[in-house]
């Protein structure tokens, strides 16, 4: 059984994410499920089984408060080295339209694996703006959360007692919107090529004409071929 798509690499292919964002992605995605485990220790009772794996319950606590300094590095990495894409990411989101809310409409029958013609796409489809919105907002409450409840003599006690709740929430957010993530974006029959964007950089022109006509024009397209000889 063959769960990723495989990577073809004799047919046409266009460039989808940078470097920059390809070792943020994955170096935010190690740093995260780290925190997540290790911080599972911490919230639930009796994971004995867990917490040993990080040497005990204050082994996780460890690592768990290294591996968030690592992501804040990894999120500043990001900021500095492509400061244009995240602006870039964020006009993406903004044009959200007609043609997402109908995406969101047919995506039940898509991630059921059901065949979809998919509306026009622009970088992002409508489910992956809402994705970038929810799981941007859980990861810096949690970065703010997280500092707050780390260092607690600096900061004003209401902040201290209310950094806690909203910590676990965003935790169950973030949580709930990455297990669904991480299946669209590998095992996921139609989507999993999106994959190999994220890996390798580049994903085949015929899948990025299907998912994303509107962004493949813009970007890749005859509009944009003439827009570059101008
Ligand atoms: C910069 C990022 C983060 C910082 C600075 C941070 C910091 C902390 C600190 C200081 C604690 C308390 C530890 C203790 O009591 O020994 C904690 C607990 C916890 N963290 Fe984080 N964390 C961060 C990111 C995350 C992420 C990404 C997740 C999960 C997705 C997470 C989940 C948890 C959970 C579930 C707890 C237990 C909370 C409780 O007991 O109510 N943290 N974190
Ligand atoms: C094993 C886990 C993961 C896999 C397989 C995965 C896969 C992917 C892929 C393939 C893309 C590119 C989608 C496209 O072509 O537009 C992507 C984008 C993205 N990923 Fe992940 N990812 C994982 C974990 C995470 C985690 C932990 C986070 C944050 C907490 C995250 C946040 C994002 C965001 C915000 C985007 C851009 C918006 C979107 O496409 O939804 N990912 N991911």
């Known amino acids: 059984m063959q769960l ?18 390809r070792l943020t992605h994955w170096g935010h995605t190690v740093t995260f499920l780290l925190c997540l485990f ?8 009796g994971v004995d089984w867990l917490a040993a794996i990080f040497g005990g319950y204050s082994g996780a606590g460890l690592v768990h408060r290294i591996s968030a300094v690592i ?4 999120i ?8 244009k894409g995240i602006i870039n990411w964020i006009k993406d989101i903004l044009r959200f339209g007609l043609n997402d809310i109908k995406f969101l409409l047919v995506f039940p029958l898509e991630f059921l694996g059901f065949p979809v013609k998919v509306p026009p796409q622009t ?20 970065v703010l959360s997280g500092y707050i409840m780390w260092f607690p003599a600096i900061f004003p006690a209401g902040w201290v007692r209310v950094a806690y709740p909203v910590h676990d929430i965003a935790m169950v957010f973030a949580t709930v919107m990455v297990c669904m993530h991480a299946y669209l974006g590998s095992f996921h029959p ?13 994903v085949r022109s015929d899948w990025a004409e299907h998912h994303h006509a509107t962004w493949y024009e813009e970007t890749y397209g005859e509009k944009a071929q003439t827009d570059e000889a101008e």
């Open 123 to 142: 970088r992002f489809n409508g489910g992956e703006k809402g994705n970038s919105i929810v799981t941007s907002t859980c990861v810096i409450l949690l």
């Open 38 to 45: 290790t911080g599972l220790v911490l919230f639930l009772d």
């Open 4 to 21: 990723l798509p495989e990577y073809k690499q004799d047919v046409p292919r266009v460039e989808r994410f940078n470097m920059v964002a």
């Open 190 to 202: 139609g989507s999993g090529e999106s994959f190999w964007g994220m890996w390798k950089g580049t």
């Open 71 to 74: 992501m804040t590095l990894v």
């Open 76 to 83: 500043v990495f990001f900021v500095v080295f492509d400061f």
